[in-house]
């Protein structure tokens, strides 16, 4: 039998372990190891402020008793993400070589792997999106269909073309669902509780400016509808009925020209964010279409960018990521950024204002 000194010291070994194992991998920042877009002596308006690429990085680290014990915890990687959503405390990322999503809780601090079975099997899912029920919505790439699962992440149905199309992004507004689909250069919206197809736009003809060569990412706000025209090298912007309003962007290497733009998101400013793979940064375009700045640029530490893909603007959880701004800015909303290759899988930016 255990004498009762062995089970104190085994005890405080545990109590010891227990206080250790949430140990944060990421590292505040300081006045020499910031990173801030654009840099002096120009007024900043981006921060970065962390990142996410592993397991560990929510659910912290094991204390080394752990590790000398039970082995190594390498952790589970985020290994190729593009889509990424965030509602109620959790984040979802749409990982296309897992076949699933890599579901975090900041509440929590847990990580899962999500690869459902059955009729909710994901293939190659690229983009996702949650609504105010806590429904899942994933477009899959392969599959040719949004995939639809309660908030209890069980099935709940699947439709669109199927082989017909290559839906790319997913988004609800006014209580429809809203596709973009590059094999047949459409954005579809269907019912949101039927899932009927409603109707489908531009009816443009080839090389007019409301034509959509290869739509792939689209963001709706206030009755306008963005879609990122991988094809024609520019953002396209419609109304809720179809009709074609104007386009920002061109092709080319210059300032406020775009090369491979994929993820969009509008800011309640209506200032509107580009991810632009091919320079690996993010463009800020204002509300007139005017180029204002970017950030990012290729990968030379944290903070820059390696092949980015999706791009998503929170104002809901900046208390989780508060410790992380500098004591003279003032946070006014989180954005967040997905890199497909490199060490920072999900970049965590904000966009701040001098106090």
Same mark, same amino acid.
């Given at each position: 039998m255990m004498s009762k000194k062995f089970k104190c010291v085994?005890?405080?070994?545990?109590?010891?372990?227990?206080?250790?194992?949430?140990?944060?991998?990421?590292?505040?920042?300081?006045?020499?190891?910031?990173?801030?877009?654009?840099?002096?002596?120009?007024?900043t308006r981006i921060q970065f402020l962390t990142y996410f690429s592993n397991s560990l990085d929510i659910t912290g680290t094991r204390s080394g008793f752990i590790r000398?014990?039970?082995g190594k915890d390498e952790g589970k990687p985020i290994i190729k993400p593009y889509g990424i959503a965030v509602h109620k405390a959790v984040i979802y990322v749409c990982d296309t070589i897992l076949g699933g999503l890599e579901i975090i809780d900041l509440n929590d601090h847990t990580f899962e792997y999500f690869q459902p079975?059955?009729?909710?099997?994901?293939?190659?899912?690229? /983009?996702? !999106? +949650?609504?105010?029920?806590?429904?899942?919505?994933?477009?899959?790439?392969?599959r040719g269909q949004i995939v639809i699962f309660n908030p209890e992440l069980r099935y709940v149905d699947a439709f669109g073309l199927a082989e017909e199309s290559k839906l790319t992004d997913v988004f609800i507004y006014d209580n429809k669902i809203w596709a973009s689909?590059?094999?047949n250069r459409k954005i579809h919206v269907f019912n949101k509780q039927t899932h009927k197809l409603i109707f489908s736009f531009p009816n443009a003809k080839y090389k007019t400016p409301a034509y959509l060569y290869s739509p792939t990412n689209l963001f709706i706000i206030?009755?306008?509808?963005?879609?990122?025209?991988?094809?024609?090298f520019k953002i396209k912007i419609y109304n809720v009925k179809g009709d074609y309003i104007r386009s920002v962007g061109s092709y080319g290497m210059g300032h406020g020209q775009l090369v491979r733009p994929k993820g969009i998101a509008v800011d309640r400013d209506m /200032?509107? !964010? +580009?991810?632009d793979a091919a320079f690996e940064n993010v463009q800020l375009f204002g509300s007139n279409g005017k180029l204002l700045m970017f950030f990012g640029g290729s990968y030379k530490g944290p903070g820059y960018m390696w092949l980015p893909a999706q791009i998503i603007i929170d104002y809901d959880h900046l208390q989780y990521f508060q410790k992380y701004v500098d004591k003279s800015f003032n946070l006014k909303y989180l954005i967040f950024v997905t890199n497909q290759y490199g060490p920072e899988k999900i970049s965590v930016y904000g966009f701040v204002e001098p106090k």
């Open positions: 085994l005890l405080v070994l545990f109590l010891g372990i227990s206080l250790s194992c949430y140990q944060k991998n990421l590292k505040h920042t300081t006045p020499e190891n910031i990173v801030i877009f654009p840099p002096p002596p120009d007024t000398y014990f039970l079975g059955g009729k909710g099997e994901l293939k190659k899912p690229v /983009n996702c !999106f +949650v609504d105010q029920n806590d429904f899942l919505y994933v477009a899959d790439v392969a689909d590059i094999k206030n009755d306008q509808v963005y879609v990122s025209d991988f094809g024609d /200032n509107l !964010f +580009v991810v």
